[in-house]
């Protein structure tokens, strides 16, 4: 029998185009196909909940089916989640772990007072409606993977790192890949029947949990990330991911070694935060403001904007989602988790990572 499935994919070509000349309003035909059904938008992603599952004590992973407007993606890419908490619109970054189509997997983490995670994974039941951002994120697997691939993630980091893997994985790698997990308690390690089943499945992998805060079981390692437990690895490409402090500690440590590979990371809190008023003095101007100020060249050119009353737009304030990106005009810029410079008129700069070298003026 002939069924009828009622879709707005057909005409929502022709209300973009009465928006795009001012016939219309795209918050207001939002909100009517938003009546309509939850996930419906001309042009924003939103995704429906299918189902949750826990991945660790203190993780859940979200299965969603984005609507047509997800532009695609690559495990290991992060997304920002937008939600409301007291009537404050908020944004979190979590990096998908599951990429098929319109069908995506990410995993939140409890944070310790943290609002928004918390009121997620307390209140999402399936068939909710999350907005998301648009994909981000330049981790990918190396491709000079010959001399094999090692994966140091630490707490929420292992959701970028198992998503690439997973997909390196069916795509043939035979490449040796060590993973090493790094935990507080063992109940936080992650993914843990899934991650066996892999390494049944490959003979090639090898992943091992690294637990801080309370005793290793059998086959774990116990203690912070030390040379102690990277000794005697070939050399491998580095993948990276973790909290600031936990990735520099694995950058040094992977560089005291000659190594054939390339590293990549990427940090999911922010550098250390730095006192107002230390460091060098700086002017910054921020050019579509009309703003002029003193600031320093240690603190991050968004938190210096939010300092004197800007509210630039923002995400994951860790220089993931781009979602800060200005222009740098005048100037040299320091990328506070690379020390990379900056200073070219025009480049974009992500200011939630940036902060100012000399007197600079952004297009803000
Ligand atoms: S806020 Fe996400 S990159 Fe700056």
Same mark, same amino acid.
């Given at each position: 029998?002939?069924?009828?499935?009622?879709?707005?994919?057909?005409?929502?070509?022709?209300?973009?185009?009465?928006?795009?000349?001012?016939?219309?309003?795209?918050?207001?035909?939002?909100?009517?196909?938003?009546?309509?059904?939850?996930?419906?938008?001309?042009?924003?992603?939103?995704?429906?909940?299918?189902?949750?599952?826990?991945?660790?004590?203190?993780?859940?992973?979200?299965?969603?089916?984005?609507?047509?407007?997800?532009?695609?993606?690559?495990?290991?890419?992060?997304?920002?989640?937008?939600?409301?908490?007291? #009537?404050? +619109?908020? %944004?979190?970054?979590?990096?998908? !772990?599951?990429?098929? @189509?319109? /069908? *995506? $997997? &990410?995993?939140?983490?409890?944070?310790? #007072?943290? +609002?928004? %995670?918390?009121?997620?994974?307390? !209140?999402?039941?399936? @068939?909710? /409606? *999350? $907005? &998301?951002?648009?994909?981000?994120?330049?981790?990918?697997?190396?491709?000079?993977?010959?001399?094999?691939?090692?994966?140091?993630?630490?707490?929420?980091?292992?959701?970028?790192?198992?998503?690439?893997?997973?997909?390196?994985?069916?795509?043939?790698?035979?490449?040796?890949?060590?993973?090493?997990?790094?935990?507080?308690?063992?109940?936080?390690?992650?993914?843990?029947?899934?991650?066996?089943?892999?390494?049944?499945?490959?003979?090639?992998?090898?992943?091992?949990?690294?637990?801080?805060?309370?005793?290793?079981?059998?086959?774990?390692?116990?203690?912070?990330?030390?040379?102690?437990?990277?000794?005697?690895?070939?050399?491998?490409?580095?993948?990276?991911?973790?909290?600031?402090?936990?990735?520099?500690?694995?950058?040094?440590?992977?560089?005291?070694?000659?190594?054939?590979?390339?590293?990549?990371?990427?940090?999911?809190?922010?550098?250390?935060?730095?006192?107002?008023?230390?460091?060098?003095?700086?002017?910054?101007?921020?050019?579509?403001?009309?703003?002029?100020?003193?600031?320093?060249?240690?603190?991050?050119?968004?938190?210096?904007?939010?300092?004197?009353?800007?509210?630039?737009?923002?995400?994951?304030?860790?220089?993931?989602?781009?979602?800060?990106?200005?222009?740098?005009?005048?100037?040299?810029?320091?990328?506070?988790?690379?020390?990379?410079?900056?200073?070219?008129?025009?480049?974009?700069?992500?200011?939630?990572?940036?902060?100012?070298?000399?007197?600079?003026?952004?297009?803000?």
């Amino acid at each position: 029998m002939p069924s009828f499935v009622f879709s707005p994919a057909g005409w929502l070509q022709p209300l973009r185009l009465l928006v795009a000349h001012g016939w219309l309003r795209e918050a207001g035909v939002d909100a009517w196909l938003g009546a309509l059904r939850a996930d419906w938008r001309l042009n924003r992603t939103f995704a429906r909940v299918h189902s949750l599952r826990w991945v660790a004590a203190d993780m859940l992973a979200l299965r969603l089916k984005a609507n047509r407007n997800w532009p695609g993606a690559r495990p290991g890419q992060a997304v920002l989640v937008y939600g409301e908490r007291d #009537g404050v +619109r908020l %944004a979190r970054c979590y990096s998908l !772990t599951v990429v098929r @189509g319109r /069908v *995506l $997997e &990410l995993a939140i983490k409890r944070q310790p #007072g943290g +609002r928004f %995670a918390d009121k997620l994974i307390d !209140t999402l039941l399936p @068939g909710d /409606v *999350l $907005e &998301l951002g648009a994909p981000s994120g330049e981790l990918e697997w190396p491709r000079d993977a010959d001399s094999g691939v090692l994966l140091l993630a630490a707490g929420s980091g292992i959701t970028a790192l198992y998503g690439l893997l997973r997909e390196a994985l069916a795509k043939g790698c035979k490449q040796p890949v060590w993973l090493l997990h790094s935990v507080r308690r063992r109940e936080q390690r992650a993914f843990v029947p899934e991650l066996q089943a892999l390494m049944a499945r490959h003979p090639n992998l090898r992943v091992q949990w690294l637990i801080t805060g309370e005793p290793a079981g059998e086959g774990e390692l116990h203690g912070r990330l030390g040379a102690e437990h990277l000794r005697d690895l070939p050399a491998h490409s580095l993948l990276a991911c973790g909290p600031h402090g936990f990735v520099q500690g694995a950058l040094s440590l992977w560089s005291a070694e000659p190594r054939a590979g390339t590293a990549q990371w990427e940090a999911f809190s922010p550098p250390p935060a730095q006192v107002a008023g230390a460091g060098q003095a700086v002017r910054l101007e921020f050019a579509r403001s009309g703003l002029r100020a003193e600031g320093d060249d240690q603190r991050s050119l968004l938190e210096q904007a939010e300092a004197r009353g800007l509210k630039p737009k923002h995400g994951c304030r860790q220089g993931i989602c781009t979602e800060c990106t200005c222009q740098l005009l005048e100037g040299r810029v320091r990328d506070l988790r690379s020390g990379r410079e900056t200073s070219e008129p025009g480049q974009p700069i992500r200011i939630c990572v940036s902060a100012p070298l000399s007197d600079v003026r952004i297009d803000l």
